[in-house]
């Protein structure tokens, strides 16, 4: 699998945009961009993934650049639950078992400050 | 539901006692994982497991037996513990789905281990 690169750490005003980037300037065609998150103490979260398009849901953007190199996890109004450290993720798609495995890095530790 | 939980929560070994995490999930999910996690580290899996009487060997399988013999369930064992097995241990599972993209894994709460 690509390796990813996160910053270590970052801060986010409450209520503000959060945007937490990663570098994949590895990928391989086949492989998606996974984000989880992980509240102190607690087991990962999914967040979202994508392939090469913009995705959205509930929780977050992910944003792609066109040459897939890297991205952007947005989190649009954040707030003090969202204190967590959150990891980018990239591997292949598959229906799980040994290419369903995660490899996790150390991730961006985001503090959201009132 | 109540999703993956994990038992114990916390436990404290000697060195060359053994033991044994249960992790149960109930949304019938094909796939289990057992990951560690040290202070300041990502996760790293251990075993983990294709469906009912097959697993497989992780990242750090060293010093680990695992068995699944319910779908439900996933059995990590250290057989005689040692202190670099003091970790955050952590259970997760995921359904098969013909979206191949789609690779949520749903976690347990975790289960701290101190081996002294």
């Known amino acids: 699998d690509a390796k990813t690169t996160q910053p270590t750490s970052m801060d986010c005003a409450e209520g503000r945009a959060a945007n937490l980037p990663c570098n994949h300037s590895?990928?391989?065609?086949?492989?998606?961009v996974y984000w989880y998150r992980q509240i102190h103490s607690q087991g990962p979260q999914y967040i979202i993934h994508?392939?090469?398009n913009n995705e959205t849901n509930e929780m977050a953007s992910l944003i792609i650049t066109e040459d897939r190199k890297s991205s952007t996890l947005i989190l649009p109004h954040a707030t003090l639950r969202d204190t967590a450290v959150y990891y980018c993720?990239?591997?292949?798609?598959?229906?799980?078992?040994?290419?369903?495995?995660?490899?996790f890095g150390k991730g961006t530790k985001l503090s959201v400050k009132p | 539901n109540a999703g993956v939980t994990q038992t114990p929560k916390f436990r404290v070994l000697k060195t060359g006692q053994s033991m044994t995490l249960l992790c149960a999930q109930d949304?019938?999910?094909?796939?289990m994982y057992w990951y560690r996690q040290d202070p300041g580290m990502g996760l790293r899996l251990i075993h983990y497991?294709?469906?009912?009487?097959?697993?497989a060997k992780g990242e750090v399988p060293d010093g680990y037996n695992v068995s699944r013999l319910k779908k439900q369930n996933f059995l990590l064992g250290l057989e005689s513990a040692a202190p670099s097995q003091t970790s955050v241990y952590f259970c997760?599972?995921?359904?098969?789905?013909?979206?191949?993209?789609?690779?949520?894994?749903?976690f347990g709460p975790g289960t701290r281990l101190t081996v002294l």
């Open positions: 993720i990239v591997r292949v798609a598959s229906h799980g078992g040994s290419q369903g495995n995660l490899i």
């Open positions: 590895t990928i391989s065609g086949n492989e998606y």
């Open positions: 949304m019938n999910h094909e796939y």
């Open positions: 997760a599972s995921s359904r098969w789905t013909s979206a191949i993209s789609y690779n949520e894994q749903f």
């Open positions: 994508g392939l090469k």
């Open positions: 497991s294709v469906g009912e009487g097959t697993t």
